[in-house]
């Protein structure tokens, strides 16, 4: 490989690096947590019209055979099927984790927050 393509591929990986996993407050189940997480996320993300969202479609994968309930952000309209943010738990008591090329964007500060938030219970957006 070139320098220029380890360069890359570097990036590319860096990009979806999972952020340190938010705890979740009680000893709830990753399916518990991610059902709330899940409807905090549709209800104020995309059912509101937040334009922070627009362009994304929302994907619940929360039945999951690998116990790690999860949903996916994908890009609205388009062929291209690879997830742009992926929030999953895993555990119990559930931990949390958000990665994917949407974490690179500012607006990854509030996806965290309004994850943690969630997960803790509060239903606001």
Not at 37 to 66: I, Q
Not at 94 to 113: C, D, I, Q, Y
């Amino acid at each position: 490989m070139t320098a220029i393509s380890l360069v890359a591929l570097g990036t590319a990986l860096a990009s979806c690096q999972s952020k340190p996993p938010v705890k979740a407050v009680s000893n709830a189940s990753a399916l518990d947590v991610m059902e709330k997480v899940a409807v905090g996320a549709n209800r104020c993300w995309f059912r509101s019209g937040d334009p922070a969202f627009k362009s994304y479609a929302f994907a619940p994968e929360l039945t999951s055979f690998s116990g790690r309930p999860r949903f996916l952000l994908t890009r609205k309209g388009s062929s291209d099927i690879r997830p742009l943010l992926v929030v999953q738990a895993e555990g119990r008591p559930a931990k949390l984790s958000t990665f994917g090329p949407l974490m690179s964007e500012p607006v990854s500060g509030r996806v965290n927050a309004d994850v943690q938030r969630w997960a803790a219970g509060n239903t606001n957006c």
